[in-house]
């Protein structure tokens, strides 16, 4: 039921991306707010939230916390499609461009279901302001995108195409690994994807469980290794992953009749991401 479903998800996706694709093209030079222009960049990564280890953290919910839904999250979920420079720094806030969200309203759906928040917080925007976790996403990343991205549509269009392409979970799962709390050699789970996806992926930890999963693609949206060396100052070595790593399951927070109290996990999600969101 589940594959069908992500299946279907995945024409609908595919067909929004045709409908989006002929918007293709040149765009002018990309500046970032109060700095200075900022090149083009030179991969992408997808990088993919293993809920089991973020939500076993929760202990405060809200409506838009994906980890307080009935049912758990067994299946990895989208954190963003980012684009990066191959010297392990990225490009960010390239251009004024706000979110709105009635320009993705054919995708909500789908992406409420692969790409939710796993926080309760609302995520800083680049224009000093807050919104969704999309928000977030689409004017920090999706906005230094072009030329392979031109519009806020097609950005989440392609990043759930990528998504669902090339699904993490059945790769594992393909592959023997499955997500139920039980230690595997981290070189297996890397060779696992590389075999499956054609790429070696980034993988980051906490405290020895799989936190995030990232596949990387060139500009044809090709699989590509991504970088295997973490040169960034602002990633810890905590967030190296140890020989051994698990991919946990967790037990959903009841939804309190109180939704007022405001989580302070997302600047442990700050923190935890850094290399990406810092």
């Not at 979110?99 to 279901?113: A, G, N, Q, R, S």
């Not at 759930?160 to 050699?185: H, P, R």
Request: glycine residues 6%.
């Amino acid at each position: 039921m589940a594959a069908a479903t992500a299946r279907k998800a995945a024409v609908c996706v595919l067909v929004v991306l045709a409908l989006v694709a002929a918007g293709l093209g040149s765009v002018s030079a990309r500046a970032p707010l109060g700095g200075k222009p900022q090149r083009e960049f030179d991969y992408f990564a997808l990088s993919l939230q293993w809920p089991g280890t973020i939500c076993a953290n929760t202990r405060h919910c809200c409506a838009r916390n994906g980890c307080c839904r009935s049912e758990p999250l067994q299946w990895f979920t989208i954190h963003g499609l980012w684009p990066d420079y191959d010297d392990g720094t990225w490009p960010s806030c390239c251009r004024h461009t706000e979110f709105e969200m009635d320009k993705i309203l054919p995708l909500k759906e789908t992406l409420d279901k692969y790409w939710p928040s796993l926080y309760c917080s609302s995520p800083s925007t680049c224009f000093s302001g807050k919104g969704p976790f999309w928000a977030h996403e689409w004017e920090k990343h999706g906005t230094c995108s072009a030329p392979v991205v031109q519009d806020e549509l097609q950005y989440f269009t392609i990043a759930l195409d990528l998504y669902f392409k090339y699904n993490v979970t059945e790769m594992l799962s393909s592959g023997g690994i499955q997500t139920n709390g039980k230690e595997y050699a981290l070189s297996d789970v890397i060779d696992t994807i590389k075999h499956a996806f054609g790429g070696a992926p980034e993988i980051v930890c906490k405290r020895g469980s799989v936190e995030e999963l990232r596949l990387c693609f060139d500009k044809k949206l090709k699989p590509r290794d991504c970088l295997t060396t973490l040169t960034n100052e602002n990633v810890s070595r905590r967030k190296h992953c140890p020989r051994k790593i698990t991919l946990p399951t967790y037990d959903p927070l009841v939804l309190a009749n109180s939704t007022g109290e405001i989580m302070t996990q997302f600047d442990d999600f700050e923190v935890s991401a850094a290399l990406y969101t810092a």
